[in-house]
């Protein structure tokens, strides 16, 4: 008899890991990056740690960067439509 590892039963630690990758998942999906990274940090709290972990960690980090750029860059740009706006109206 094998034992076969989608059948053995999991470890509360396990069970953790997988809910927590799960949750990042599920905010991954819908996009929103920093409560992913946070739940894919909390699997790492487990003391499990996977390579495709670090890889969903990595990825969630470069996004978060991304996305603070379009920020910026939208905050400049609304800067300025105010500015201009004043000054047209004067």
């Known amino acids: 008899m094998e034992n076969d590892v ?3 039963p999991r470890s509360p630690e396990e069970e953790r890991f997988n809910e927590y990758v799960k949750t990042g998942d599920d ?3 819908i996009e929103i990056y920093r409560l992913a990274k946070h739940w894919y940090s909390k ?3 487990t003391g ?3 390579e ?3 890889q969903k ?3 969630m980090e470069q996004k978060i960067k991304s996305e603070e750029r379009v920020f910026a860059i939208l905050g400049i740009i609304a800067f300025l439509i ?3 706006g004043c000054t047209l109206i004067r």
Do not use: C, D, S
């Open 6 to 8: 989608n059948t053995r």
């Open 43 to 45: 699997a790492l709290e």
């Open 82 to 84: 105010v500015v201009l």
């Open 48 to 50: 499990i740690e996977t």
């Open 52 to 54: 495709a972990l670090k």
């Open 27 to 29: 905010f991954k999906k």
């Open 57 to 59: 960690i990595i990825l």
